[in-house]
């Protein structure tokens, strides 16, 4: 499957942004969708997932409150919705399809990353 990031940009602390995941391929309505993201000079880190078909999402606790994750199976589309945005929320965004149903947090089981979208959050 590929996946494709959009929505990035620079907005002021405090505003908002929506990302959007497009896949294409081999997609699968069953598999979780997760976010991450990358700040420079740090690893790689979990923003959020969503699962297959029932859509329970699970949250880092930084942006739990803040961010939505939401699907649009007859789409192929996963959004992250980021509200009250803060500069540490700066970061390269990269979503993510999962091998499972059940998203985790791990990197590892995710099968396929887009290329990542740039979010950046000034004061």
């Known amino acids: 499957v590929q996946l494709v990031e959009s929505g990035g940009g620079q907005v002021q602390a405090g505003g908002s942004l929506r990302l959007s995941c497009a896949a294409s391929g081999r997609t699968s309505s069953t598999a979780a969708m997760g976010w991450f993201r990358q700040a420079p000079g740090k690893e790689r880190a979990f923003v959020g997932v969503?699962?297959?078909?029932?859509?329970?999402?699970y949250y880092a606790d930084s942006v739990k409150g803040r961010f939505t994750i939401s699907r649009d199976n007859g789409k192929d589309t996963t959004y992250l919705q980021m509200n009250s945005l803060k500069p540490e929320d700066t970061a390269v965004y990269y979503c993510?399809?999962?091998?499972?149903?059940?998203?985790?947090?791990?990197?590892?089981?995710?099968?396929?990353w887009g290329q990542g979208t740039q979010v950046t959050v000034s004061s």
């Open positions: 969503i699962n297959g078909r029932g859509g329970s999402t």
């Open positions: 993510a399809a999962s091998k499972y149903a059940i998203g985790s947090t791990r990197p590892s089981d995710f099968r396929s």
